[in-house]
């Protein structure tokens, strides 16, 4: 029966939910650009709630009004940018290739919402890149990293790749692990597996980069360890 209800209302009502955001991202853009990130929110909200994904969040004292982070979670299935979008509360961009900005649609809805692009391609093209970021991570804007860089489709946690805490590192900003658990029962790796479920969110104190300065492999343990912790 929930197969049947996936295919004929779940994905067409994703496909007009997705749409719709888009066109109001693009109009609010025009006249109140700050206000463009609560259709991130309610486009994954509705998401939560026709799957059903109920989600329970722990530990969103630990968000400081006014600061900007480098939040860092793990990364189990697609259903995560709905847990971020629709229940962690925070005002935040994602870390994109530069690459992603040709992309129909999806290029102009991101950079209709702020998100930072990052070019790589040189260090003097990787340096702008971080100067630009640092001029809009600020106020309690935060940015949203994967350090896995991938969906691990599982509880275990993959590889945590040193780029994402080296791009800490340059904003100078502190960072907050964000534990995200079970979603990989929600969706695993294909659309197929989609079935309702629940999913916690877990905001851990955050973690001052500066002391760990010359020492990433150590800063890159505590993070881990703090996220694994809830996962």
Not at 62 to 74: D, F, L, R
Not at 99 to 108: A, I, M, Q, S, Y
């Amino acid at each position: 029966m929930y197969a049947i209800y996936k295919y004929l209302f779940v994905v067409p009502v994703f496909a007009i939910n997705t749409v719709l955001a888009t066109v109001f991202v693009f109009i609010l853009s025009i006249f109140s650009p700050k206000s463009t990130r609560y259709c991130g929110v309610v486009w994954a909200k509705i998401m939560q709630w026709i799957t059903p994904m109920p989600v329970k969040v722990v530990g969103r004292e630990n968000i400081a009004e006014g600061q900007s982070y480098v939040i860092a979670c793990n990364h189990q299935s697609a259903y995560d940018i709905f847990v971020i979008y629709g229940s962690l509360d925070v005002d935040f961009r994602w870390i994109l290739k530069q690459e992603l900005r040709k992309v129909p649609v999806l290029g102009f809805a991101c950079e209709r919402l702020g998100h930072i692009f990052i070019e790589r391609s040189s260090r003097r093209a990787a340096y702008d890149s971080i100067q630009r970021a640092k001029k809009v991570l600020v106020g309690g804007t935060s940015v949203v990293i994967f350090p896995e860089g991938t969906r691990s489709g599982k509880a275990e946690m993959g590889t945590f790749k040193h780029g994402a805490f080296k791009m800490a590192m340059d904003l100078q900003l502190p960072i907050v692990p964000v534990s995200i658990k079970d979603t990989y029962k929600v969706m695993g790796k294909s659309l197929a597996t989609l079935k309702p479920g629940h999913a916690t969110l877990t905001i851990h104190k955050p973690i001052d980069i500066t002391e760990y300065e010359e020492r990433r492999d150590d800063l890159i343990e505590a993070v881990r360890s703090s996220i694994a912790s809830a996962v």
